[in-house]
């Protein structure tokens, strides 16, 4: 992309970012913050709205109980004693669950395995089996079962009929799922992934900056003779190591997230 991109951050008088302004072609991108008394977030605000943050009373949890959406809507998520997430619950603004997938409750094991997933969905309700090295052994899914295999190096090396191999590194190479074909540099990174004799054949590089963040993605087609045609191209754009918008080769926004770590 080959421009000079701005991020300007603001802070409180307790050091806390208050604002966030990315500069664009056209305009400006913002973000705001505000925090509660013991430093936890309490809004983030964006061009899509307010989102509030609510923690249980009396408690210094970090854990967020509550998130109220912009269109009145809102999650909310329990725990159990050792802090796991066991349930999250998307209700409407009638305080209604909402009856589409829009809850869940886990359960686990004694040493911290998730073994259930139950949604309002039943095709969305899975369980989990182990083998003694903690490795997925087996997921149910409404009925259906996938097993899942792995190797004395605990890669996995096949899921039901679909088969995956590794190199000397431990990063996987193919996958017959597709016939894709992955692609490394000396640091491990993913440089490219391609599968050019299917009927969906694609091409996609990945470019990195010396910080090892993902900068841009450029996605191909065959050309006909046995290389590749640019087809697209997906710029990265960052707050810190936390991407916050995607560009495309012109430089103009794609899509833009709104993140914040509590």
Known sequence: MGKTITVTNTY?????????????????????FTWDAAHRLSTVSSPAGTF??????????????????PNTSYITNTYDSVARL?????DNSSKTILDNGSYYTNSYDNIGQLKWADSTVNTEDRGYLYDAAWNLSKRTNNGATSTFTVDNKNELTGMDSIIYSYD??????????????????AENQLVAVDDYYSAY????????????????????????IGGW??????????????????????????????????
């Open 201 to 224: 054949s694609f091409r996609i590089e990945f470019f990195y900056d010396g910080r090892g963040r993902l900068r841009w993605r450029a996605e191909s087609v065959p050309d006909g």
């Open 12 to 32: 409180n008088n307790a050091r806390l970012r208050s604002g966030l302004v990315l500069q664009q072609a056209t305009g400006t991108w913002t973000n705001g």
């Open 52 to 69: 509030t943050y609510t923690y249980k009373v009396g408690q210094a949890s970090r854990l967020p109980i509550k998130l109220s959406l």
């Open 86 to 90: 066991t349930g999250t619950y998307m």
């Open 229 to 262: 045609t640019l087809s697209s191209q997906t710029h990265y754009i960052y707050d810190g190591m936390r991407v916050i918008q995607e560009r495309d080769g012109n430089n103009n926004p794609l899509v833009a997230y709104t993140r914040v770590t509590i």
């Open 168 to 185: 000397d590194n431990g990063n996987p190479t193919y996958s017959s799922a597709g016939g894709w074909t992955y692609y490394y540099n």
